[in-house]
C-alpha cells in the first residue's frame, strides 16, 4: 500500500486548505483512512477519519465542523478540506489507513502511513 499526500503550504489564519491522499497498491474498500497531525514537540493525533465503504467519519473535536474528510472511490484519494484555520492547525499532517473498517484514534492502530505534508497558519 502505497499513500501519497499533498496539499500543505503557508496559509493565514481563518484561510482554507485541502489535503490530498492517494492511495494504491490495495482494494481499499474495507479501509478507514485518516489524517493524523504532529506539531513541534508534540506526539502525532488523530484529526479525521473515514470508512472507505459507507463514508462513515469522525473528528477529533478541535477540528469538528471546520475540517471535513471525504474521499473519491473512482480515484482512490482522500481528501481534508481545512477551513477557518488556526495558528494551532500547524503541523505536519499525514494521511494513515488501516484494514479494518472501524475508525480509530491511536496512531498504533494504523497500517500504513504516507509521508508528511507541512501545514503552517500564521496569526
Known amino acids: 500500500v502505497q499513500l501519497q499526500a499533498c496539499g500543505g503550504g503557508l496559509v493565514q489564519a481563518g484561510g482554507s486548505l485541502r489535503l490530498s491522499c492517494a492511495a494504491s497498491g490495495r482494494t481499499f474498500s474495507k479501509y478507514v483512512m485518516a489524517w493524523f497531525r504532529q506539531a513541534p514537540g508534540k506526539e502525532r493525533e488523530f484529526v479525521a477519519g473515514?470508512?472507505?465503504?459507507?463514508?462513515?467519519?469522525y473528528y477529533a473535536d478541535s477540528v469538528k465542523g471546520r475540517f471535513t474528510i471525504s474521499r473519491d472511490n473512482a480515484k482512490n484519494t482522500v481528501y481534508l478540506q481545512m477551513n477557518s484555520l488556526k495558528p494551532e492547525d500547524t503541523a505536519v499532517y499525514y494521511c494513515?489507513?488501516?484494514?479494518?473498517?472501524?475508525?480509530?484514534?491511536?496512531?498504533?492502530?494504523?497500517?500504513?502511513w504516507g509521508q508528511g505534508t507541512q501545514v503552517t497558519v500564521s496569526s
Open positions: 473515514i470508512r472507505w465503504s459507507g463514508g462513515v467519519t
Open positions: 494513515a489507513a488501516r484494514s479494518v473498517p472501524l475508525i480509530r484514534t491511536a496512531v498504533y492502530e494504523y497500517d500504513y
